[in-house]
């Protein structure tokens, strides 16, 4: 490009809005459908500065509640509105937890979610028993408990013997039910 042709782009990018100009991908209120307008109809006077991520992440969102049940619906605005109700402090604590959740590997997330299942397996008494257990700790033990269960991803030594245990648990596991499945007088196959 010579130097006209920058200039005159230049000029054109600060006369025009840059989302028409680059097409950042923004959505246009007239692209959204007919239902997706509606369902977003709130948003529809402050569109044009919502940044484009989040248009999209609305129109996804739009796209998702015109696919759900009536009692789906019903279910979801009352989650909706009990996290109105919640307090700023305990939002925000949800919000970094979620955010820590998504900073996972697959693998620490799978084993998240093992052990998760395996706590609300657990009778409703004996949960309470180990939240109790956990609330009496002074923080240096469960910071230390944190570390020793691969829970502090800041001082982790562990998180790759934690993965590894994850993926030695699933091939132990097919191959027990490889064993099961040939029978016991054909093992030796």
Wanted: without cysteine; positive net charge.
């Amino acid at each position: 490009m010579n130097k006209q042709s920058i200039l005159f782009m230049m000029i054109f990018l600060w006369i025009f809005p840059i989302s028409v100009s680059l097409g950042s991908s923004g959505i246009a209120w007239s692209d959204l459908t007919e239902v997706e307008q509606k369902i977003l109809q709130p948003l529809q006077k402050n569109w044009d500065q919502i940044p484009a991520d989040r248009q999209k992440r609305l129109k996804t969102g739009a796209r998702r509640w015109k696919a759900l049940t009536p009692e789906e619906r019903k279910r979801a605005g009352a989650r909706l509105e009990h996290w109105k109700k919640l307090p700023e402090k305990r939002k925000t604590t949800i919000r970094k937890r979620f955010e820590y959740f998504q900073s996972l590997s697959k693998d620490e997330r799978k084993i998240f979610l093992i052990q998760k299942s395996r706590f609300e397996k657990l009778p409703k008494k004996r949960r309470q028993e180990l939240r109790e257990q956990w609330k009496n700790l002074s923080p240096k033990k469960r910071s230390e408990l944190r570390k020793f269960l691969g829970m502090d991803r800041k001082n982790n030594p562990r998180t790759r013997s934690l993965e590894h245990r994850l993926k030695d648990r699933i091939e132990r596991r097919s191959r027990k039910n490889r064993i099961d499945r040939i029978g016991p007088g054909n093992r030796h196959r």
